[in-house]
């Protein structure tokens, strides 16, 4: 620690920034992917048809399939297709245990569809770093109080913070790095602050547990219901009488004008005088996210049973948050700005890791340096490569293996995610091994070529996978630029030097 306080900061910033810096940039790439989670999802899976079907259509059809294929099942659920999610899935069972097949919204047949994690693996990893989950959300939240304290620290050591947001030297090595650095999280500020503490408060009864523990004797369920959440308890006996299920189509229309656009439904105890029909709103009508509330019939009668209840103040306060972070409101421009405000925090993070080393290059890569020094410092040089380039060649390594991975491979999806922990161990191998310029010119040109090829790959039938080949071209071009300034900058100190040999020889 340092003798005055911003120095002290200083300090704090430099080694929390490093230490934990390169996993927030893990969490801060996966979660810009995952902006895109479902587009994602609609390119990994190409047997999915985009079709202009109607909800009511589709419902229909999936009534008809589910009637004729699983008539005893004791719940079912019908996924609708959507603006982001053309497909149409029904399921019977539970989440955890039930089992689903992917439809043709135009004919109702089932398709076979490849499994895959698609783009949810980004946003799972986003939370949880694909650690168990109660693990993974700990160690993400504690994370998230790491960068917070970043941003604090950064705030304080930077006194001239707004005149640095308008200063910009391309060309100076250390200070341009530190430019940047300074001026994409100035730029950011309030999207950084808001992201972070967000974040934390999605888990909040995971992390500060202690006031639903006084009040509820720990239930979260009990909690929940005074919210004016609670779920109606069907009869049992109800459920085990027979019983004729009312067209749903006219309840989709009411739920519609009451809810806005929809996800789907599901139905409990079909065909029976027990059957409840509980329709759901697609995320995003307003910012607080309104996850969990739905309007419930009666599902022999249409009588409506439960309608959506009114939020508390300090519960809407929350589901506010948790929509700021999520970002299902305002559509594709909210989710296109979110996705812009990702990739500058992400180039911010690995501006203040490759700042570290360029600062620190000379001082620990002299012959007169402590051996124990240039080890650390090969170390964060070696972290920096594996943890930015490595894991960006992951990400796309992913994308690849979604269609290059035989569709009739078992646990396919396990395989999937193989293939992305495979190529960013062999990413960080590949750093250990090479000089760090090297080492980032090959990687980040591979990502970019792999990014720029992803068209080949084909399905660009529709709108939304095209957009996903676009976007993958865009920043494969911007990779391809960085490798191509890396290797630039790497060479001409190399010709200054043979220049100079040759002037001294002569």
């Known amino acids: 620690m340092k003798n005055t306080f911003t120095q002290s900061m200083a300090w704090l910033h430099t080694w929390a920034g490093l230490i934990f810096g390169w996993l927030l940039f893990a969490i801060f790439v996966t979660g810009t992917l995952a902006v895109f989670d479902k587009e994602l999802n609609h390119w990994m899976q190409p047997e999915i048809p985009t079709s202009e079907v109607s909800q009511a259509d589709a419902a229909r059809r999936a009534i008809a399939y589910l009637q004729t294929h699983e008539p005893k099942a004791g719940n079912w659920g019908v996924s609708l297709p959507g603006e982001r999610s053309p497909g149409l899935r029904v399921s ?51 994370l998230a109080l790491v960068m917070l304290a970043a941003l604090v620290t950064g705030i304080v050591i930077h006194k001239k913070i707004f005149k640095e947001f308008f200063t910009f030297r391309p060309g100076k090595g250390q200070r341009s790095w530190l430019d940047f650095h300074n001026a994409s999280a100035v730029l950011l500020l309030p999207f950084h602050l808001m992201i972070t503490y967000t974040g934390l408060v999605i888990f909040m009864l995971i992390y500060i547990p202690a006031g639903v523990d006084a009040l509820f004797e720990g239930d979260n369920r009990a909690y929940f219901q005074t919210q004016g959440n609670a779920r109606l308890e069907q009869s049992r006996g109800l459920a085990k009488q027979p019983g004729e299920l ?48 739905a309007m419930v019939f009666d599902g022999t009668t249409g009588e409506l049973l439960s309608d959506v209840a009114d939020w508390r103040p300090a519960p809407l306060t929350q589901r506010v948050m948790v929509g700021l972070h999520f970002a299902q409101f305002g559509g594709y421009p909210m989710r296109w700005l979110y996705f812009v405000c990702g990739l500058v925090s992400c180039l911010m993070i690995a501006s203040g890791l490759v700042l570290f080393c360029v600062k620190r290059g000379r001082k620990y890569t ?30 796309v390594a992913l994308l690849w293996a979604s269609r290059l991975l035989p569709a009739e491979l078992a646990l396919r999806q396990d395989w999937e995610v193989r293939a992305f922990f495979g190529v960013w161990l062999l990413a960080l191998l ?16 591979l990502t970019a070529l792999l990014c720029c090829s992803l068209g080949l790959l084909g399905s660009l039938a529709d709108s939304m996978r095209l957009a996903v080949v676009i976007t993958a071209l865009v920043l494969g071009a911007g990779l391809g630029l960085t490798a ?23």
């Open 92 to 142: 019977t069972g539970d989440r955890r245990h039930g089992h689903s097949v992917q439809l043709d919204p135009v004919s109702g047949e089932a398709i076979e569809v490849r499994p895959s994690v698609g783009g949810n693996f980004f946003f799972r990893f986003h939370f949880t770093l694909d650690l168990p989950r109660n693990w993974g959300i700990f160690v993400v939240g504690a």
């Open 246 to 293: 009312v067209d749903v189509v006219p309840l989709l229309a009411q739920a519609e004008a009451r809810l806005g656009p929809l996800s789907g439904f599901s139905v409990s105890h079909p065909n029976t005088a027990g059957a409840r029909i509980e329709i759901r709103p697609e995320l995003g009508n307003r910012i607080a996210l309104s996850k969990g509330q």
């Open 366 to 395: 002299t012959a007169t340096a402590d051996a124990s020094a240039r080890r650390w410092y090969r170390l964060a040089e070696v972290c920096n490569v594996g943890f930015i380039s490595g894991l960006l060649l992951a990400c």
């Open 484 to 506: 191509w300034r890396v290797h630039h900058h790497e060479a001409t100190p190399r010709a200054a030097r043979a220049s100079a040999r040759g002037e001294a020889t002569a």
């Open 430 to 445: 590949h750093a250990g091994l090479r000089p760090a310029r090297r080492a980032w010119v090959e990687q980040l040109g």
